[in-house]
């Protein structure tokens, strides 16, 4: 049974079928309700008001979160999205606004070159690391890793959230950059999720708030091309996605706009306070990923 369009799907409630999925690990996920979709009827989707309402709201809410702290688009989104849309093409759906939005915010202000020449040694060993773990993804127990990840990734940030001041030398700067980065892309090409190590790190680089939202941004477009690469060779993002893609635009950016707003006037503390918040929020959404498996 297929799904003509949304209104359809909707009234289905507990229809049954498989699940379209492409062949790269889509990293943190809530289960969706399986539904065939055809690429035709995702078209029809643009014009069914309540979709429209309902998916605006969900981007939206991840732009503003995305604005007010950097990170938090896909990990928001993408969850709810699946409850409208096969999971996907939810993540289709956040490949042009995730690219527009990083690429904004990397290059706003003006402090992309000064940042770059920072974290550079950090881009191009987490590059290299996604190259090299996506060749290991068969022999890596993905469970595993995700629990490993996930723990260490919610000690260390209630560690930080509660009073601990860990702070990386400016003489080790580079050489745990590099290895950070390394490490992180060795994750994101295993499992597609390599944002936290490399959060932490930056917190422990006590950026200001501006330049971590810009060292954030440029990490997340780099490590964003071959997921969307990927989605692409797989014939998974085509033009129905592509077309709810730039629909998808200007509520994320809209949520953006008014989410920098916020983060002006908000604390430096208060705000490194609210990325970790955030960052121990993934790292149990990691450990419920690998009990699930």
């Known amino acids: 049974m297929e799904t003509r369009n949304f209104a359809d799907w909707r ?16 990293g943190i996920i809530l289960p969706p309700v399986p ?10 989707y643009l014009t ?21 702290i950097g990170l938090g688009l896909p990990l928001v989104s993408v969850p709810l999205l699946t409850y409208l849309l096969p999971v996907p093409v939810a993540i289709s759906v956040l490949a042009a606004p995730v690219m527009v939005a990083n690429c904004y915010q990397a290059m706003r202000g003006g402090l992309l070159v000064q940042v770059l020449s920072r974290i550079w040694p950090l881009l191009l060993a987490m590059v290299l ?11 890596l127990n993905e469970k595993a890793l995700y629990l490993i990840l996930g723990t ?9 959230l509660f009073g601990a001041n860990l702070r990386v030398s400016p003489r080790y700067e580079r050489r745990i950059g590099v290895t ?31 330049h971590f939202i810009v060292a954030l941004a440029a990490v997340f477009f780099m490590a964003s091309l071959p ?6 060779a797989d014939g998974v993002m085509g033009t129905a996605e592509l077309v709810l893609s730039l629909y998808a635009i200007l509520p994320v950016m809209l949520g953006v706009f008014a989410g920098q707003q916020l983060r002006r006037i908000l604390p430096q503390e208060r705000f490194r306070q609210a990325v970790l ?3 121990v929020l993934i790292g149990f959404l990691l450990i419920r990923r690998g009990l699930m498996m």
């Open 11 to 26: 009234d289905a409630g507990a229809l049954r079928g498989k699940v379209w999925q492409p062949r790269i690990p889509l």
């Open 35 to 44: 539904h065939p979709v055809s690429k035709s009827a995702l078209l029809s």
């Open 48 to 68: 069914d008001p309540e979709f429209l309402l309902i998916a605006s709201l969900i981007l939206l809410l991840g732009g503003g979160i995305k604005g007010v």
């Open 129 to 139: 690391g996604v190259a090299l773990g996506a060749q290991l993804l068969i022999s």
């Open 152 to 160: 260490m990734v919610v000690v260390l940030g209630l560690v930080y």
């Open 180 to 210: 950070i980065g390394f490490g992180a892309g060795l994750l994101g090409g295993v499992s597609s999720f390599l944002g936290p190590p490399i959060v932490l790190y930056l917190v422990a680089l006590q950026l200001a708030k501006e």
């Open 227 to 232: 997921l969307y690469g990927t989605l692409a």
């Open 277 to 279: 918040v955030m960052l």
